[in-house]
């Protein structure tokens, strides 16, 4: 007779981690920074060159400080962690196209708030620096550096024309390519990679990508714009970015595909509604309402909508009527 | 779905016939909860076949696999992890059939409910992982129009439904047309891994005789043999509760070869053919051994254990198997596969949340809630859950939630 261990474990397991989850993040990320890097250089902006590997380095170290020193006090003092699980290094070259201008002070607050909200929410992709950001955005507007005002109520109405509202900043190509904000191409890509690499809740970035597109595109057509008025709500205001890197982050979404897809249709309603308002920031609080009030909400009914047919036509049905209300109102106001 | 690397015995290879042993334990209890109420007692001689223990609740009979003496009981482990009262038989190697009525020439000719009653008298059970009646399955007033015949064996090392296909064709494809014809069923499909081409030729070789049987190649992935999935594959049907509802019936390969000799020598299910693999085995092989051999024995009478850092022994595959802490495992008609390996248990963190263990379920569970909220676990469908293991195998926190449902499925019964 010979004894065993007894563990009642899955003795196989697959190779998918959660540092391989990260550096798949990493290196979508680093993607994006050597293409900005790349551009610049095409473009010989060696100033911002110099100015954005400086920030990158500082944003580094600003993060990786202040979350050694939030995991020293609870007594995680593991150098790998922080690269492995905390992620500083994907976080810092996320948040540094948005500090390139940016002063020493607002540098620190913005990783400041990025360290805590990361570790508040527990999330493992990048959505914490949407925290950063708004902070950025707010910060500069009572500062009155802001370029764009942060809210348009009072020209709720004002859709633009092309040469109004894009021919200012170049063209649709411009945007594109990234002149001005972060390339929406290059999150497209960085999107599908992954989607491969099955590292994101496509199910939710597809839906929410969807209906965003979908009403931007009756809302202009009943308003008789042409086609460059989508490519222009799609590709401004970095949306592509905040979809790829911050709206699927696992914690703080549904589980569940049918969870997802809600998620992402109703979120994208208030994208829309929200674009009209606050254009500047219009999707990073979209995305912090959803994963602060919309998940639970989702989470709610996520068994209804996988097991309950009935219930499942219901909450999508009045979806859809949410979106066709928004879309008439929308309609209405110009 | 997901693919896995299955490490298989392959079906070419030999199968080991030839261990005698010598004490053999028929246990008491069987893995889906029946117990017997002993009809022999110590000192009675019994045959292969003689009746040890009866269930009054599905009327099931316990037999002996050898002849020999009751000589005691004692607990030894099966493989649902547990100590079970087993009788304790000294074999005297006579083989002689408590009631063998001789062989039947053509066994397509035997009346429903004589089918059933012979199912139930040579105690077929299923025999890939759930010992099931089988002669319940057949004794329906529901039409039975398809059969579904698993050989996929999903799980990692198990390989006996391969070894059986491969090597004995005619017998498997003789029961199935007899059982065709018995039930009026109009079409069987054998269901196979599309990898596994040996065994797919082998049977090609003979199956122009029988034109309602046709083979099934299957994707190869797991958990490509969950009864629900092949269902739905091949039929593009779902179900409530069991296949008969829409009027397909499941059976798995070496259950077919059991049925096959009850039909053809009325002989009971006295042994079996079971995998026993893995970096700790020295001889990985396909065994065909007695209904209650104690697993410990059939190391000593081939060759020692590899020597392993941590080793575990696990009955069944690497996915769907347990862990037992002793070598003291009986072999009963339920287990298709012994696995020794090394202890693969890695440090868990916390759940992220990410949704993969629904994405792959194959029952359509939400598992990370299931374990987040225990209390709902019925509302969840807790019930539905088959212990495949792919939520454990894809969890990048490697959370065992496996082993986390079956506690809380356990503790809710």
Same mark, same amino acid.
């Given at each position: ?21 990260? +550096? ?24 911002? $060159?110099?100015?954005?590997?400086? /920030? ?6 600003? $993060? ?25 290094l ?23 708030i990025?360290?805590?909200?990361? %570790? ?12 950063? $950001? ?37 063209s ?29 809740k ?7 990508i ?33 979809v ?11 589980? /569940? ?11 994208? +309603? ?5 674009r ?22 989702v989470?709610?009914?996520?068994? %209804? ?8 036509i ?21 | ?10 079906p ?24 017997? %109420?002993p ?33 005691g ?11 079970? #009262?087993?009788?304790?038989i000294e ?39 759930n ?60 269901a ?66 059991? +049925? ?27 065994? %065909?051994?007695?209904?209650? /051999? ?39 008609? #339920? ?5 020794? /390996?090394?202890?693969?248990? &890695?440090?868990?963190? &916390?759940?992220?949340?990410c ?7 194959p ?39 496996r082993d ?5 499925? &356990?503790?809710?019964?």
């Amino acid at each position: 007779m010979k004894a065993f261990r007894q563990t009642q474990i899955c003795f196989i397991k697959s190779n998918n981690s959660i540092t391989k989850i990260n +550096i798949t993040y990493l290196k979508s990320i680093a993607f994006f920074t050597i293409y900005i890097l790349l551009l610049n250089l095409i473009l010989k902006n060696y100033s911002y $060159i110099a100015n954005y590997l400086i /920030t990158i380095l500082l944003t580094t170290i600003t $993060i990786t400080t202040i979350t050694y020193l939030i995991n020293v006090q609870k007594k995680e003092k593991s150098f790998i962690k922080l690269f492995a699980e905390d992620n500083v290094l994907s976080v810092s070259l996320a948040l540094s196209p948005f500090l390139v201008s940016s002063s020493i002070k607002e540098l620190l607050l913005v990783s400041l708030i990025t360290v805590i909200s990361k %570790k508040s929410i527990k999330g493992i992709n990048l959505s914490s620096i949407l925290y950063g $950001i708004l902070f950025l955005y707010i910060y500069r507007y009572f500062q009155n550096d802001l370029n764009t005002p942060l809210t348009n109520l009072a020209q709720l109405n004002y859709f633009g024309t092309y040469s109004e509202v894009v021919t200012n900043n170049g063209s649709i190509l411009s945007y594109i390519l990234g002149y001005n904000y972060l390339s929406p191409l290059i999150s497209l890509l960085a999107l599908v990679y992954l989607f491969v690499k099955k590292s994101i809740k496509y199910n939710l970035a597809f839906s929410y990508i969807i209906t965003y597109t979908t009403m931007m595109l009756i809302i202009g057509i009943f308003n008789h714009m042409s086609i460059w008025f989508v490519f222009f709500q799609l590709v401004s205001g970095n949306i592509l970015y905040y979809v790829t890197y911050a709206l699927g982050d696992s914690a703080v979404t549904p589980e /569940t595909s049918e969870g997802q897809i809600l998620y992402g249709y109703i979120l994208g +309603i208030i994208s829309v509604i929200l674009r009209f308002i606050v254009p500047e920031t219009s999707i990073i609080i979209a995305i912090i309402l959803g994963h602060l009030l919309l998940t639970p909400l989702v989470r709610k009914i996520m068994v %209804k909508l996988k097991y309950d047919y009935k219930s499942s036509i219901l909450y999508f049905g009045l979806t859809t009527i949410l979106s066709v209300i928004t879309i008439i109102i929308l309609i209405i106001i110009k | 779905m997901v693919t896995i690397d299955k490490k298989k015995i392959s079906p070419t290879k030999k199968i080991i016939d030839n261990i005698k042993i010598q004490i053999i334990y028929i246990p008491l209890k069987s893995k889906l909860g029946y117990t017997f %109420k002993p009809l022999a007692q110590v000192g009675d001689y019994v045959s292969i076949g003689s009746p040890l223990g009866k269930n009054d609740v599905c009327d099931l009979l316990l037999t002996s696999s050898v002849s020999g003496t009751i000589v005691g009981f004692t607990k030894k482990y099966i493989s649902d992890a547990s100590l079970v #009262d087993c009788f304790v038989i000294e074999n005297d190697f006579k083989e002689k059939y408590y009631d063998k009525m001789g062989k039947k020439k053509d066994i397509t000719k035997y009346s429903k409910d004589e089918f059933i009653y012979l199912l139930k008298k040579c105690g077929i059970t299923g025999m890939s992982g759930n010992d099931f009646p089988t002669y319940l399955k057949y004794d329906t007033k529901k039409e039975l129009n398809y059969l579904i015949v698993n050989g996929a064996e999903c799980d990692v090392y198990a390989s006996t439904d391969s070894a059986i296909m491969y090597n004995n064709p005619e017998e498997i494809l003789e029961c199935i047309d007899a059982i065709m014809e018995i039930m009026h069923i109009k079409k069987t499909y054998i269901a196979i891994n599309e990898s596994n081409t040996l065994v797919i030729n082998k049977l090609l070789r003979y199956i122009n005789t029988y034109p309602n049987i046709k083979i099934y190649s299957l994707l190869d992935a797991y958990p490509n043999g969950y009864e629900r999935y092949l269902v739905k594959e091949i039929f593009s049907k779902e179900y409530h509760k069991t296949p008969e509802e829409v009027g397909i019936i499941t059976e798995n390969v070496s259950t077919i070869y059991a +049925i096959y000799e009850a039909l053809k020598y009325h002989k009971p299910l006295s042994e079996r053919i079971i995998t026993i693999a893995g970096p700790g085995i020295k001889k990985e092989a396909n065994y %065909k051994v007695k209904i209650g /051999t104690n697993f410990s024995e059939v190391i000593l009478k081939t060759e020692e254990y590899n020597k392993l850092k941590d080793p575990v022994l696990i009955a069944g595959g690497l996915l769907m198997g347990l862990s037992i802490p002793s070598d003291e495992l009986i072999v009963t008609k #339920d287990l298709s596969c012994i696995v020794v /390996t090394n202890n693969y248990e &890695e440090v868990s963190k &916390e759940c992220i949340k990410c949704g993969k263990c629904t994405e792959v379920c194959p029952s359509k569970l939400i598992p990370s809630m299931i374990i987040e909220k225990p209390d709902c676990a019925k509302k969840l469908k807790i019930d539905r859950c088959i212990g495949c293991g792919l939520c454990s195998y894809v969890c990048p926190s490697k959370i065992e939630i496996r082993d986390k449902i079956r506690k809380i499925k &356990e503790g809710s019964k």
